[in-house]
């Protein structure tokens, strides 16, 4: 069998594996939790790219050995059943090479976590806020087609509907993965409901999606937390209002990139359950903490990547919502499709699917493959 760049890059994978194996089982290694998470996901990637090529090798060689008979052979029925063998194989080839080369690059370790997603209403005034509210609901379906769990875990209403602000957690099979690329500044173009004259209104929400942190991926100083509790207002009932289920908690948390010191507050009224309005307030400080002491990191890709795909960048204007055109644009990858109406009841996949693709290109482009 002939040896590509491609198996080349591939030599010492299986050593590795066999390593990590080993590791995994080690009870020194499972009883660090950071460690153990690590060498687990980096046993699961190594397993995929093998299993990709060992098939990768398998078709090169069946390859290699149909053109030997197609060379060698008289027997028509022995040609023309190497003629299709290797048709099959080469069909097959740069498929597995391309699978390969992105099994190679680096996974964002973030992409199998669950997600919070933050929208607020930007420009616009009320119908930046009715605008939020379309968004809050377009991920609703979306999150119902993928089968995800939503939960929201506090919201601000605005004046005339909609919110000035809405957060909610997504859970489900890699959520932060796909749901990352829908960071940025979302930009709609319509007439407001609240428009007399029929002038088309420019407004904008901000979305910002973080990975929900684990437990033991961030330090907090539990004894430092001060909580409150309050009575939760809007609907529920009797019990939503006269308990005080709502909690809120306060935390100085110091910014290790920059050494200052910054109140975290953050009020959860999810649920009826006080203990479980605490837990769920406590994976929100988690995830903000992680979010911010990754932000060098996400700054360093805003630097490499000049589509700003999946950086998390909240600042950049990453799609247009035009309604009398019944219009998207992502302006990330020049993507234009005119079906708004199904893109606002959830169907935003393929979309998805196109920054997925432009990312990838510019991950095997920066690793040079």
Excluded at 21 to 45: F, M, N, S, W
Excluded at 51 to 66: L, V
Excluded at 284 to 310: G, N
Aim: hydrophobic share 35%; proline share 3%.
């Amino acid at each position: 069998m002939p040896v590509t760049p491609l198996i080349d890059r591939l030599d010492g994978l299986d050593a590795r594996f066999q390593e990590v194996g080993t590791l995994i089982t080690d009870p020194g290694v499972i009883a660090d939790q950071k460690r153990y998470v690590r060498l687990t996901k980096e046993y699961h990637d190594l397993k995929q790219i093998l299993k990709t090529a060992d098939e990768y090798k398998r078709m090169i060689a069946a390859a290699e050995e149909a053109r030997l008979i197609l060379e060698t052979e008289k027997d028509e029925d022995m040609r023309l059943l190497a003629h299709d063998e290797l048709a099959e194989a080469q069909a097959s080839i740069p498929a597995l090479e391309q699978k390969i080369k992105l099994l190679l690059v680096p996974a964002d370790p973030n992409d199998v976590k669950n997600a919070i997603v933050e929208i607020r209403g930007g420009t616009g005034g009320d119908e930046a806020a009715l605008f939020a509210g379309d968004l809050f609901r377009m991920y609703q379906k979306f999150a119902e087609i993928k089968g995800w769990q939503l939960a929201v875990t506090s919201f601000s209403e605005g004046a005339s509907g909609g919110f000035k602000e809405i957060i909610f957690s997504l859970s489900g099979t890699g959520v932060y993965g796909i749901m990352k690329y829908e960071s940025g500044v979302h930009r709609v173009q319509r007439v407001p409901a609240t428009e007399t004259q029929g002038r088309v209104h420019t407004s904008a929400a901000t979305v910002a999606v973080l990975p929900e942190a684990e437990e033991f991926e961030v330090e907090i100083h539990e004894g430092e937390i001060r909580w409150d509790t309050f009575r939760s207002g809007g609907a529920g009932g009797q019990n939503v209002n006269k308990v005080e289920s709502g909690v809120r908690l306060r935390y100085n948390w110091r910014n290790p990139n920059t050494g200052e010191v910054e109140e975290i507050l953050i009020e959860c009224t999810e649920t009826r359950d006080q203990p479980h309005n605490k837990e769920r307030a406590l994976a929100r400080l988690r995830t903000f903490i992680y979010d911010r002491e990754h932000q060098k990191y996400l700054d360093d890709i805003a630097s490499r990547r000049k589509t700003m795909v999946s950086t998390g960048d909240r600042s950049a204007k990453i799609r247009t919502y035009n309604f009398p055109q019944g219009r998207i644009t992502d302006h990330r990858i020049g993507y234009t499709i005119y079906n708004l109406q199904a893109f606002m009841n959830g169907d935003i996949q393929d979309c998805i699917d196109h920054l997925i693709v432009a990312e990838n290109a510019e991950k095997l482009k920066e690793a040079e493959l």
